[in-house]
């Protein structure tokens, strides 16, 4: 009799715990969800999957209720069935968490079921600051997805719920540079001792990332125009200017030409794909590799937690090699030469290396020499078109009329180099007779030899005569 009497004590106070748990009943009071760290421009919706009746949060105790939307879902053996167990006590079916079972999954299925089905949100807000908060929630049991990528969230108001966003996509860079003769952005290009090389960055912003701080290095050959450097959105297509306020350029900096880095509060404002373009140019120097490995210009972005791939461009400038000869190939010394471009202009070079007879295109503030051969290397050109015009001739060899052409010939489809050999050939002729010369000595002595051998002879045969008479 007393153990029944017990049992029944226990029951009873059972019963009475479940009907005052925590003290709290849902109807009528109001939740809040709270997402810190939201990125901007990215949208977050909620879904309540289980309704919360009444809590006592000091002693963990719950009871969660199927929301009509979901209650397919959830009674589902192979879909919510599979994370969720349900109770029946007293004709009321409750639901608690299956030991073990895995939260991740059960997210991935409630929101493809929520898409194949059409279910809809509580509500959903678009992040107009890293926080975001929605209010005047019905308690439950809430499924949060955002559109930044496939990780979700789940979390019970009671009556406040709190999430910290963990989704992130990792921002990207990209690096091109303009070929000159085309207009046209790519990883090559070849330029001329001097020219202005314009290249641009591209950046394609993450998704929970911050510290943005883009890295630039160039090769000996190339001198930053530090004062080119500009940062733009682009919008439509179209290149919109970024304040200066939004990023600061720093050209002192240990092993890199320069770095840009970006305020967060601008990089958290940009949707996530969102193009940042850093545009400036550079000098082709009189330092620039010719053919070979070329001159190289390196970009990486970091930024917190992370470092991009590190993107390349090449800038190449050849050489061509002149030889003066004879009409017979061989080489004859003592001419010289000026360089034009296709358009006329003359193309000052300097005597780099005089035992080898190299000369380089001048830089600024450089003065330039006359190309003087036998042979010699002319480097520093872009592929392209040329024109050599001859000052000087060598002694006893007709001086060239006109210009000759000379076609500088760039890098190969296989990476190797065109040998560009040019031979400007100039005439000579003999030296013809002259009056009074050994010409005509000879042909006077040898009629005088005639003369007096006939002489001699009429002699002879008149005394030959008179002898006989």
């Known amino acids: 009799m007393k153990k029944i009497k017990k049992t029944l004590s226990l029951l009873l106070l059972l019963v009475l715990s479940l009907a005052q748990v925590g003290n709290v009943k849902a109807d009528g009071t109001k939740g809040t969800i709270t997402i810190n760290n939201a990125i901007v421009n990215e949208t977050y919706s909620i879904y309540r999957i289980l309704d919360l009746e009444t809590y006592d949060a000091q002693n963990n105790h719950y009871i969660y209720r199927a929301n009509s939307k979901w209650e397919a879902f959830i009674n589902d053996a192979n879909k919510g069935g599979k994370y969720l167990e349900a109770k029946n006590e007293n004709g009321n079916t409750y639901y608690v968490w299956k030991e073990n079972a895995d939260q991740v999954e059960f997210t991935k299925e409630a929101i493809a079921y929520a898409k194949a089905n059409s279910i809809e949100t509580e509500a959903s807000k678009k992040a107009t600051s890293t926080t975001v908060q929605f209010t005047e929630l019905d308690l439950g049991y809430y499924l949060v997805s955002s559109s930044v990528g496939s990780l979700l969230h789940l979390t019970t108001t009671n009556p406040n719920g709190e999430i910290n966003e963990k989704n992130t996509i990792k921002p990207e860079v990209d690096k091109e540079v303009k ?9 090559e290009n070849d330029a001329t001792i001097g020219d202005t090389v314009e290249f641009k960055s591209t950046i394609t912003t993450g998704a929970g990332f911050k510290d943005y701080v883009l890295y630039d290095k160039m090769s000996t050959g190339l001198t930053l125009n530090s004062d080119s450097i500009k940062a733009y959105v682009i919008d439509n297509n179209d290149e919109v200017a970024i304040d200066k306020q939004y990023y600061t350029v720093n050209t002192n900096v240990d092993g890199y030409t320069f770095t840009v880095t970006f305020d967060n509060e601008f990089i958290a404002k ?3 794909n969102t193009k940042i373009v850093v545009k400036y140019t550079a000098t082709l120097n009189e330092n620039a590799t ?3 490995n070329g001159n190289t210009n390196e970009t990486h972005l970091e930024y917190d937690n992370g470092t991009t791939e590190t993107k390349t461009t090449t ?8 030889k003066k000869t004879d009409a017979d190939e061989n080489e004859i010394e003592g001419a010289e030469f000026k360089l034009y471009d296709k358009d006329n202009k003359e193309i000052l070079v300097v005597l780099e290396n005089e035992a080898n007879s190299i000369y380089r295109v001048a830089v600024a503030g450089e003065t330039g020499v006359t190309i003087k051969v036998g042979h010699a290397t002319i480097k520093g050109l872009d592929a392209g078109t040329y024109y050599l015009e001859e000052i000087v001739s060598p002694e006893g060899y007709n001086k ?4 000759q052409e000379v076609e500088v010939k760039g890098k190969n489809n296989d990476n190797s180099f065109h040998i560009n050999d040019i031979s400007v050939v100039n005439y000579t002729g003999s030296l013809l007779p002259e009056t009074g010369g050994i010409g005509t000595m000879l042909f006077i002595t040898f009629g005088l030899i005639l003369i007096l051998g006939f002489g001699l002879l ?3 045969k008149l005394r030959a005569y008179k002898a006989n008479i």
Do not use: A
């Open 400 to 403: 060239l009329t006109s210009k």
């Open 179 to 187: 070929e000159n003769s085309t207009g046209v952005y790519g990883k």
């Open 458 to 460: 009429l002699v002879t």
């Open 290 to 292: 010719i053919e070979g």
């Open 270 to 272: 940009q949707p996530r």
């Open 315 to 322: 800038t190449y400038t050849y050489k061509f090699n002149l």
